[in-house]
């Protein structure tokens, strides 16, 4: 993906300005792919536990339909994915720190 939007971009310039303006494009690129790929896991990871809450709460009160249940064992996947990813996301800040 960033060679083929390197690639992409039509700068003019000397090298060093064409160097320069591809890497801002760049960087917009980047980080628009980031919020495509990864969203706000933060964010993500609220809602899926107040859902979460909402279900348990209603459960503990009466129990869930078939839908419901069904609903909160999707929940529980998407938690558990959005943690690989923050977890992910959090291990590689960590490593880019080192360099």
């Not at 129990?63 to 996947?77: M, T």
């Amino acid at each position: 993906m960033v060679k083929e939007k390197w690639q992409s971009y039509s700068v003019k310039g000397n090298d060093l300005t064409k160097f320069k303006e591809k890497l801002k494009l760049l960087n917009l690129d980047l980080k628009s792919w980031n919020m495509d790929v990864f969203g706000n896991l933060d964010t993500s990871k609220r809602r899926i536990l107040q859902e979460l809450e909402a279900l348990d709460s209603q459960y503990c009160s009466g129990g869930l339909a078939k839908s419901e249940r069904l609903r909160r064992l999707e929940l529980v996947s998407h938690l558990k994915e959005n943690d690989k990813k923050l977890e992910s996301l959090s291990s590689s800040k960590g490593k880019s720190k080192l360099f």
